[in-house]
């Protein structure tokens, strides 16, 4: 980027990007860094923090920095295996039902209006009822759910692209719908797409450590911020700090991914969280 | 006008009918089986068969389908599986203290956050106005339960002006239900303001780019008197629209502001009910969360259809 391109971002964006750097490394090797197993008992439960334990001990007297390092590779792994998955079926889907209208748009959009009208929340625990959590339900569950979003979302702006003359063009040429789909409307719709990508991500995120605070989501032994929220709560009774660690690590992914797509949608007028 | 309601209220009971179809769909026809659930490990093949046929698991997905919809519209939920007690005792005293927090946050939030949404439009570009995006950026992106820990540590533990749980009990007076509830539904307005402030302001400026806002300023009339008198009528379907579908999130992100403060919630219940997976717990659950955000996000629809100057004209055609 050019000097005064990278001057006219502000502030707010940068601390968006820092926060999210920072925790795609504890993503990426948040177990590697971790001083402490995620399941080793170092000490006395909800010892303070320490030089040799920054964040202090858990519930169960593990280290609290080393949980929360392995806890980011689930976190942030379970929430974008949901949103690759909702992404690679209702960016699809939603283009499809776009250029080809009549039938296929009507049956698919009928079926995402009926799915949408209920809360996000009331589906995933009647289907967690049903099949039970495991890390494969959790992901396919709230990914599909998630792609009636995408859906919704990529049809529009696919509409908007298909009336435009050179999406007219393309098709007078006779182009095939592979060509339309991946030259012609792919293309223009990134921009709305990567920044929805960004609020997708962070709708799937709170959804994820959420259902693991019910304790529905993510099971022990696994280390996930969610769930440690859960598991240390109790500790703010005593006026401890434990379980805010996990809660602020959560927050502060949220606000920079927020952050950044605020920035991204700057003079659009897109409202953020629409759909929690 | 009319012809518009109409449809939109028989397009509301259908959704319904179909959601009734996904919630049975969606907990009878996965694989898992009821009968093998309830008795568990201990389980004889004669004890499940015996079981299923008790149950009447054995009859085919559609007739089962149809007793359980001409139950549920009896009032008939169903029976718990862990100690047989009709769902409906169960299930309606949850869901009465369920709205009543729901409406607590509602009668704060609502008003506070719509007059911060006008405020910050007339004030567009003002610290105020940078100051409330901000604030509201954060709480959109604050979990409940961080916002819920929080607060229990500032006001109860270490100042005990608020109990840290919600404990409410029948026959309590109203004060201190007040008192227990307080907590809970600080987190809630402040996580539902931030949202219903800002759809507020991004109604009011789209607004006040049409020529008869101009008018109204060139005709000499004063900033506030032109955003009050002109721009926020011509708002108001939207932001009718956006303060329901908030009451809507009110009623189901309870769930996890229930179980921050241990309220006695149909949100609580329905998490207990998953974790039992107790299947016509869950299922009345789902069908009465599912029916009142129905309900609600029809209502905003017909209030922004009667709310639309333009279709309260009688001239008017659809829209």
């Not at chain 1, 012609?184 to 605070?213: D, H, K, Q």
């Not at chain 2, 029948?170 to 402030?197: C, D, K, R, S, Y």
Request: net charge neutral; hydrophobic share 55%; charged share 15%.
């Amino acid at each position: 980027m050019a000097p005064r391109a990278l001057r006219s971002v502000p502030p707010t964006a940068w601390i968006g990007m820092a926060l999210i750097a920072l925790n795609l490394l504890m993503f990426l090797l948040g177990p590697e860094l971790a001083p402490f197993g995620q399941e080793e008992t170092v000490g006395a439960p909800f010892d303070p923090p320490s030089a040799g334990h920054l964040l202090g001990l858990d519930q169960n007297g593990r280290d609290m920095l080393s949980r929360l390092l392995y806890g980011a590779r689930m976190s942030i792994g379970v929430s974008l295996a949901a949103v690759a998955l909702s992404f690679s079926l209702g960016v699809p889907l939603g283009i499809l039902a776009a250029i080809r209208g009549r039938a296929v748009d009507t049956v698919l959009s009928r079926v995402v209006d009926t799915v949408m009208s209920v809360p996000v929340l009331i589906s995933a625990l009647v289907v967690l009822q049903a099949l039970g959590s495991s890390l494969p339900v959790l992901i396919v569950t709230i990914g599909l759910l998630d792609s009636t979003r995408v859906f919704r979302l990529s049809r529009i702006v696919a509409q908007g692209i298909n009336a435009m003359e050179y999406a007219e063009v393309a098709r007078l040429r006779g182009e095939g719908l592979g060509w339309m789909i991946g030259r012609e409307i792919l293309p223009n719709a990134m921009p709305p797409l990567v920044a929805e990508f960004g609020l997708r991500f962070c709708f799937t995120f709170l959804f994820v450590a959420g259902l693991s605070y019910l304790g529905l989501g993510v099971q022990p032994p696994f280390a996930d911020w969610g769930g440690m929220v859960r598991d240390n709560q109790q500790g703010i009774l005593y006026g401890l700090y434990a379980p805010l660690f996990p809660a602020a690590a959560i927050a502060l992914l949220t606000i920079g991914v927020n952050l950044v797509v605020d920035w991204l949608l700057a003079g659009r007028t897109t409202v953020q969280g629409e759909n929690r | 006008m009319s012809r518009l309601i109409l449809g939109r209220l028989a397009w509301g009971l259908l959704t319904l009918w179909l959601v009734s179809v996904l919630v049975f769909a969606g907990t009878e026809l996965l694989p898992g089986d009821v009968a093998a659930a309830i008795l568990g490990q201990n389980a004889t093949p004669e004890s499940l068969a015996a079981l299923r046929e008790e149950l009447g698991l054995n009859a085919p997905a559609l007739q089962r389908y149809v007793a359980w919809l001409l139950g549920f519209l009896h009032g008939d939920l169903g029976e718990s599986l862990a100690n047989r007690t009709p769902v409906a005792e169960l299930l309606w005293p949850r869901f009465g203290n369920t709205m009543a927090l729901a409406a607590y946050a509602a009668v704060v939030a609502v008003p506070l956050a719509v007059t911060l949404g006008i405020l910050s439009a007339v004030r567009r570009g003002s610290l105020f106005d940078r100051g409330a995006n901000v604030i509201a950026l954060a709480t959109v992106s604050l979990p409940e339960y961080f916002l819920g820990l929080l607060l229990i540590l500032l006001l109860s533990v270490r100042t005990g002006l608020l109990p840290s749980l919600a404990n409410t009990y029948e026959g309590m007076g109203f004060l201190a239900w007040l008192q227990a509830t307080t907590l809970p539904m600080i987190v809630l307005t402040l996580v539902t303001v931030a949202q219903i402030m800002r759809m507020t302001r991004t109604a009011v400026l789209g607004v006040m780019d049409q020529p008869f806002i101009e008018m109204a300023y060139l005709k000499g009339l004063r900033n506030g008197r032109v955003v009050l008198r002109h721009a926020v009528p011509n708002a108001a379907a939207p932001i009718v629209n956006v303060v329901a579908f908030n009451i809507a999130y009110l009623i189901t992100g309870v769930v996890l502001v229930e179980a921050v403060f241990n309220y006695n919630g149909l949100g609580r219940f329905m998490v207990d009910a998953v974790s039992k997976r107790d299947l016509p717990m869950v299922q009345g659950a789902a069908m009465v969360f599912a029916a009142v955000y129905v309900l609600l996000n029809m209502t905003a629809d017909i209030a922004a259809i009667a709310l639309n100057p333009r279709l309260r004209h009688p001239r008017a055609k659809e829209a």
